[in-house]
Structure formats: structure tokens, C-alpha cells
């Protein structure tokens, strides 16, 4: 049974730093692209940051780029997201996922295939 676990999450505040990782039994994400997505209270989930199978290529909104970073350790089985200078708005459900499609443009739902719980950050001002 597959089982994606997002950690990491908690109260941070505006301005500071907090680090997302995403593990995986009963999957290889090495053999996955991945992604972060988050989703705000009363909004739709977005995808943020996507990386390829490898960690050779990614993509980042505008709304987190020169922020968040996404990158990978394959050996390890795991994805993170480094988040600095972190506003308010920050604050949602993050979720990991992992799928078999990858575009460097963009990070549409559709291209996930399995999803974790999600991990709650929250920033306070």
C-alpha cells in the first residue's frame, strides 16, 4: 500500500524559514516526478513548485519564486521544500504528491497520481 507522509509543517512567522520534507513507503520516488501544492483556507490547491524525476529541472510560481525551493534526495527517498522570508499568506495545507508527467511550465493536479495528507503551515505576522 502506498503511503506519501509530508512533515515539517507548524507555526512559523513572517519573515523566517521552515523546511517541508515528503517521504514515501510502498513507492520509489525516484522512479516519480514530484510536486508541492498547498492550499489556502477558502481557496483551491495550487501547485508551487514541481521537479523532474532526477531534481535536474524544476518549476516555481511567481508567487513563491526567489522563496521556496524544491529539490530532492533520491538516495534518501525524499522531497523537500526550503520556504524563507514566509508571509501570512503562506498559510495553508501543503501536500506532496508524486505522478509520472512533468512540464517545466507549469504544475497542474492532474499530472499527481498519489497524494499525501498534507502538512499544516501557518505564519503569523
Known amino acids: 500500500q502506498v503511503q506519501v507522509v509530508e512533515t515539517g509543517g507548524g507555526l512559523g512567522q513572517a519573515g523566517g524559514s521552515l523546511r517541508l520534507s515528503c517521504t514515501a513507503s510502498?513507492?520509489?520516488?525516484?522512479?516519480?516526478?514530484m510536486g508541492w501544492f498547498r492550499q489556502a483556507p477558502g481557496k483551491e490547491r495550487e501547485g508551487d513548485s514541481c521537479?523532474?524525476?532526477?531534481?535536474?529541472?524544476?518549476y516555481t510560481s511567481d508567487s513563491v519564486k526567489g522563496r521556496f525551493t524544491i529539490y530532492r534526495d533520491n538516495a534518501k527517498n525524499t522531497l523537500y521544500l526550503q520556504m524563507h522570508s514566509l508571509k501570512p499568506d503562506d498559510t495553508a495545507l501543503y501536500y506532496c504528491?508524486?505522478?509520472?508527467?512533468?512540464?517545466?511550465?507549469?504544475?497542474?493536479?492532474?499530472?499527481?497520481?498519489?497524494w499525501g495528507q498534507g502538512t499544516q503551515v501557518t505564519v503569523s505576522s
Open positions: 521537479i523532474n524525476w532526477s531534481g535536474g529541472n524544476t
Open positions: 510502498g513507492l520509489t520516488l525516484h522512479n516519480y516526478h
Open positions: 504528491a508524486a505522478g509520472t508527467y512533468y512540464s517545466s511550465g507549469y504544475c497542474p493536479e492532474g499530472y499527481f497520481d498519489y
